[in-house]
């Protein structure tokens, strides 16, 4: 069977299923004001023992919790403890006459909707923190509140319809090697946890993996997405060898974080990560990057009732440069709006969100919005090396705009006579075709572009990057997007301006001499993938990447591009 391999390893163990208790709609209205007057005392009460239990989980010592489970224990009470959401069931109570299990059941249903739709993978991946939520609250509404712990034997492989954040955390995930999921994605969280905590996953299994019984021997292959059921001994042994070429790789790999990132033949190349916020740099140290090629602002600006206020902007910002401890951090301004909806801001639904009025669209639109941004950004950028990029950037004009309203916000700091970066570097995102075919006169207008590839797929083919019906189409070795990044590139190089990238392509090891060869300087991707990234680097030279990606560009396929890159990994 088949799935997505979202934490590189081999594991070779026995299956423990988790099987989730389904909740239904009961459909029970309330009769009276007793009713809802007590219902609402019922929700209240379950959510103050869900706070206390996650809680109780953090201070548990038997429990080895790192930063990022500690991370992902304080979003869940953040969550939890937003009065938008007690709002919310409490209005279902009083007004729709529901039970507090129902209301709370659709509260959670829609708020997951909500969040599997939005545009930033990321985001999308809260879904399941916010599922985790419901059933967290729905347990302590029915009373049934089973132990914290759950111990493994040696070698177990989880096998789940997804995994929860809170799950992963409360498993003793010593003897865990492997999780396999039917849901899921890169970024969703059974990934992160995974990666972070070096075990092997597998996700987006899909139905099949129902076929997995509890006690099945599993060969799971987080690198190619592989599993197998009950193999026989020929293949558990081919395997085995298979794991200790892994292991020994990765060991290799560790040591490389010190190791400059440069080519056999001399060419320095910058690996940066993608981060949402300071709590992201350590990991991206860790791994040996050397700053932050994006940091979507985002996060910042969700979960909440309000806009973000200059002040506290300002200390977001700070936080990320002092840790970064004068390593480059490339700030994106907001990327909202389209199908990224904040609450409070009451964006119109539209017909075509991607197409619609985001980002940077609405930042020329809400100077106010983006003034206050820009003015917390110039002044964060006096305690590190901060950068500022606009997102979706379609043509020189907006470029223009942007620019001289950051030029307002630094007259207006200026005026008020307190410190900022006058000299800050502006770059723009290169995701929009127009964008990309206009390299040359964009680089006239700024110090540096970041491609991201995320959305100039989605743009150059057509393809909703959200639709799962269509993901065999969104392809990034499409000879038409390899164009457009060589020519963004190529005129980047002409303009002597910095050109980096930042969409997922940047991770991908199958790229990364195809890339290189085509000159980029900056590869900006997940923290995790740096080390993979960096091998690949350091063992060619710039030259032998040229020839790959002259052949490449003469190719007229991406199934045969894809070929010869793999059979070229090989
Ligand atoms: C991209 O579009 O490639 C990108 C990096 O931005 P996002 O995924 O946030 O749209
Ligand atoms: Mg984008």
Redesign the pocket.
Known sequence: MKGIGVSPGISIGKAFVIKKDKTFVTSVLLKNDLEISSESERFNLAVDLAIAEIESIKTNRELILTEEDIAILETQIEFISDPQLKEDVIEKISGDKKNANDALIEVTANLVELFLNM??AYMRARAADIQDIGSRILKHLNGSVKSDTQQFEPDTIIIAEDIAPSDTITMDTRYITGFATQMGSKTSHAAIIARSKGISAVVGCGDSLKLIKDGDVIILDGISGQIYINPDQQLIDEYRAKREDFIKQSEKLKALRDVPCVTTDGESIMLTANISGADDLADVFENGGEGVGLLRTELLFMNRDTFPSEEEQFEFYKKVALQSKDKSVIVRTI?IGGDKQLSYFGLPIEQNPFLGYR?IRICLDRTDIFITQLKAILRAGVFGDLKIMF??ISNVEEVRAAKNILAEAKKELQEEHIPFNVDIKVGI?I?IPSAAITADILAKEVDFFSI?T???CQYTLAVDRMNEKITHLYDPFNPGVLRLISNVIEEGYKHNIHVGMC?EMAGDPLATLLLLGMGLKEFSMSASAIPAIKNIIISHSLSSAQEVCKKIMEMDSSSTIITYLQDLAQ
Do not use: V
């Open positions: 545009d930033d990327d980002a997102p979706m995102m995701e991201g995320n959305d100039l969409g």
